[in-house]
C-alpha cells in the first residue's frame, strides 16, 4: 500500500509516499481502508519531531481519518467489514490502510462524506469539551473566538453556535473573516489592527467577552484578557502563533476573568465520563444533521505535502483534508 512514510524528523518537503505491506490485523483491532485523513497543526510539529512525545521512526502520521472496515479481529464485536467509520489514533491515518483498536472508531452517520469525517473528532471534541466541559458557555453569552477561520476555531463558532452563544469571530484577513462568517459568526473582527479591542468592546456593548476560545496565543492572548467579561472564562487551547504568553497575574484579579487550561489528549485518561458526554452530544448533533464537519481544502494522497504547508503557512480555511484512495 502507499503510505507517507517519516524516516527522520524533518520539514514536510524532505518527507516522502513509500510503497509498504499492508498492516496485519492483530487480536483486538480492525483494519480500515483509508478514504479521507486530515492535517493537523499537531501533524506539522510531530513530523518534524517538535511535538511534546515523538513517534518512534519510521512512523506514518495523520490522526485522523475516515474509511471502510477491510478486516475485524476474531475477538472484536460489533464491527464488520463494509461498516463505514470515522475515528482518531496516535498517528498512521495518510496510508491507504489504517489497523486501531474499535474504541478508536465510530459508524459514520448516513451521508456524511469521508472528507467531513475525517475533519471531524478532533476540532468538535475541542470545541465542545472547551466551551461546555470547560468554559461553562451559557445560551446568550458573548463568545470571541480567536483564529477563527483555523480548524479548532471554525469548530468552535460551530459549536458556540449550537450552544446559544453570541459569537464574534477574529480573524486576519478579509477571506477568512468571510470564511468565519458563513458558518455562523454573528460578527467578525480584524484582530491584526491595533484597535480591534475597540471594536469589540463596541460588539459586546461595552460588556467583553464571557468566553474567549483561544487557539493563537501570543500577545494577542494578552489584549483579548484584558477584554473580558467579569466572570469571564479564557480557554487556553493552543499556539498556533508559536509564542506562549505571559499573563500578568494583576489581570485575573482587576477583571474578575479565569483562565482554563483545555488539552483533549489527557481526557480520556483524566475525565473518560466528560469525553463520553461529550462525543454523545456531538453525535446527536452530526446524526441529527445540525452538525456538518467544516472541510477546507481536500488534497490527493500524491499532494499529501501541499497540505501541510497551507496549514504551516497560516494560509489554511478550516480543515486540511488528504483524499486517500
Ligand atoms: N488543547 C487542545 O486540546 C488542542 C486540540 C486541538 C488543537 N490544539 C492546538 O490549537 C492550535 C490551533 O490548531 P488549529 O487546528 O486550529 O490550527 P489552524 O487550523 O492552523 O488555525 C490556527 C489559526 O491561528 C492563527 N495564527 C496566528 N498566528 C499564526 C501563525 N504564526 N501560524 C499559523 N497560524 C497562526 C491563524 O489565524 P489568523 O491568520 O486569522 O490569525 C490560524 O487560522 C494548535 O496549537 C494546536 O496544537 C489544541
Redesign the pocket.
Given at each position: 500500500m502507499k503510505a507517507v512514510i517519516v524516516e527522520q524528523y524533518a520539514p514536510i518537503d524532505q518527507i516522502g509516499l513509500k510503497d509498504i505491506a499492508v498492516p496485519v490485523v492483530t487480536p483486538g483491532q480492525l483494519r480500515i481502508r483509508v478514504q479521507a485523513a486530515s492535517v493537523?497543526?499537531?501533524d506539522g510539529?510531530k513530523v518534524e519531531g517538535r511535538y511534546q512525545t515523538r513517534d518512534p521512526l519510521p512512523f506514518t502520521p495523520g490522526a485522523e481519518f475516515a474509511g471502510v472496515i477491510d478486516e475485524v479481529a476474531p475477538d472484536v464485536q460489533g464491527f464488520a467489514p463494509g461498516m463505514r467509520v470515522m475515528g482518531a489514533a496516535r498517528s498512521g491515518a495518510l496510508a491507504e490502510y489504517i489497523v486501531v483498536p474499535p474504541d478508536a472508531v465510530e459508524i459514520m452517520p448516513d451521508g456524511l462524506q469521508p472528507e467531513a469525517g475525517a475533519a471531524f473528532r478532533?476540532?468538535y471534541l475541542?470545541a465542545l469539551y472547551a466551551l461546555s466541559e470547560r468554559g461553562s458557555l451559557r445560551a446568550g453569552e458573548q463568545l470571541l473566538v480567536l483564529?477563527?477561520?483555523?480548524?479548532?476555531?471554525i469548530a468552535a463558532i460551530q459549536v458556540g453556535k449550537l450552544l446559544g452563544a453570541r459569537v464574534i469571530a477574529?480573524?486576519?484577513?478579509e477571506d477568512?473573516r468571510k470564511f468565519a462568517a458563513s458558518f455562523g459568526a454573528d460578527a467578525v473582527i480584524d484582530?491584526s489592527r491595533s484597535d480591534w479591542r475597540d471594536t469589540l468592546k463596541e460588539l459586546t456593548g461595552g460588556h467583553g467577552a464571557d468566553v474567549i476560545f483561544d487557539?493563537?496565543?501570543?500577545e494577542i492572548s494578552v489584549q483579548a484578557f484584558r477584554s473580558i467579561a467579569w466572570n469571564g472564562r479564557h480557554l487556553v487551547?493552543?499556539?498556533?502563533?508559536?509564542s506562549i504568553p505571559a499573563l500578568p497575574f494583576n489581570l485575573p484579579l482587576l477583571k474578575g476573568g479565569l483562565l482554563i487550561g483545555?488539552?483533549?489528549?489527557q481526557i480520556a485518561r483524566r475525565e473518560p465520563l466528560a469525553q463520553a458526554r461529550v462525543m454523545a452530544q456531538l453525535s446527536a448533533w452530526l446524526n441529527g444533521g445540525n452538525l456538518t464537519p467544516v472541510v477546507g481544502k481536500v488534497f490527493a494522497l500524491a499532494d499529501f505535502r501541499e497540505a501541510f504547508k497551507t496549514?504551516?503557512t497560516?494560509a489554511?480555511l478550516g480543515?486540511m483534508v488528504v483524499r486517500i484512495g
Open positions: 493537523g497543526f499537531v510539529l478532533t476540532n475541542t483564529g477563527a477561520a483555523g480548524g479548532t476555531g477574529a480573524a486576519s484577513t477568512k484582530y487557539p493563537v496565543g501570543g487551547v493552543g499556539f498556533a502563533s508559536g483545555v488539552d483533549v489528549a496549514m504551516q497560516r489554511a480543515k
